[in-house]
């Protein structure tokens, strides 16, 4: 696969990294900054930048770049960072409905304290799910892709992540209804 100049591939026919590298280096601080543009957080733009060009030398010989290098490069950096910000909706959005939940059961408004002990809660219980199903659920309803991105993305069926998020979901019923039973009492 061949473009504007840059050869992907060595003429013994290993992949040539030394020019992934270079054109790494030649973009990936522009691209951080316009990622910044967006979501206003330096950390995630880095993260985001990293994660494409990992995601990019992985899928390179599926990658099929039509213009140019540079268009293809910030166009797929501006998707990456609009699909971060909706994550984020989705996880504030997650995170009030658990408070909204949190409320419902115990009667009143939780204070700070409740509300960091139910998010930990939580957490554990991802952290107790095998490592491919807890990121699977966190990747569905933290990332807020859909099933089949997530199965694309981690090269699985439609029908695993499904199980994977029913399993995780199982669990998460089970200890969250144990919580709520003991703060009843």
Known sequence: MAFKGIK?????????????????????AGL??????FI????????????FFYN????????????????????????????YLEAQAVRRKYADKVKDISKDHSGHE????????????IE???????ERCSQIFRMSRFD????????KELSISVKTVESNI?????????RLGEYFKSDML
Do not use: C, H, M
């Not at 939780?110 to 809660?121: G, H, I, K, Q, V």
């Open 8 to 28: 992907l591939k060595g003429r013994s026919g290993n992949d040539d990294i030394v020019e992934f590298e270079k054109l790494f280096r030649k973009y990936y």
């Open 144 to 151: 807020g892709l859909k099933y089949t991105e997530i199965a």
């Open 56 to 83: 990019y030398w992985k899928n390179r010989k599926e990658i099929n770049i039509r213009f140019s290098v540079k268009s293809y490069l910030y166009r797929a950096i501006k998707n990456n960072s609009l699909k």
């Open 166 to 174: 029913g399993k995780a979901l199982k669990l998460l019923r089970k």
């Open 110 to 121: 939780n204070s700070e304290l409740e509300y960091t002990e139910l998010n930990r809660l």
């Open 32 to 37: 951080v900054n316009f990622s910044f543009s």
């Open 124 to 130: 554990k219980t991802l952290e107790d799910l095998p």
């Open 40 to 51: 206003k957080d330096i950390d995630a733009s880095e993260e985001i930048v990293q994660d």
